[in-house]
């Protein structure tokens, strides 16, 4: 499967911005999707997941501010930002699983590209 992460940009703080992951493929709704980000200087972190099923997970940093949602008949899971702060300024990795829901980078088997957030202060 193929990922295309967009809809990154720059925002002022408390702002909103919505990314998106469209893949290719038949097979999207078989697939844990999870949301990750790199930092400047930083190592890749987990912001998000979301199971088959629905269910999600998020990273303490992003809880209550970041929503993590999936559209199967349009291959594409989305993540929205509320609140942003110059602290979530990183470059947002979408990322698929064939296995099951982790915050662990190694269970992701394909990934896509990257868009970048900028939260000015």
């Known amino acids: 499967v193929q990922l295309q992460a967009s809809g990154g940009g720059m925002v002022q703080a408390g702002g909103s911005l919505r990314l998106s992951c469209a893949a290719s493929?038949?097979?999207?709704?078989?697939?844990?999707m999870g949301w990750f980000r790199q930092a400047p200087g930083k190592e890749r972190k987990f912001v998000a997941s979301?199971?088959?099923?629905?269910?999600?997970d998020y990273a303490d940093s992003v809880k209550g501010r970041f929503t993590i949602s999936r559209d199967n008949a349009k291959n594409t899971d989305y993540l929205q930002m509320n609140s942003l702060k110059p602290e979530d300024t990183a470059v947002y990795y979408c990322?698929?699983?064939?296995?099951?829901?982790?915050?662990?980078?190694?269970?992701?088997?394909?990934w896509g590209q990257g868009t970048l957030v900028t939260v000015s202060s």
């Open positions: 990322a698929a699983s064939t296995m099951f829901t982790s915050r662990l980078q190694s269970s992701y088997d394909y």
């Open positions: 493929g038949r097979t999207f709704s078989t697939y844990v």
């Open positions: 979301i199971s088959r099923t629905g269910t999600t």
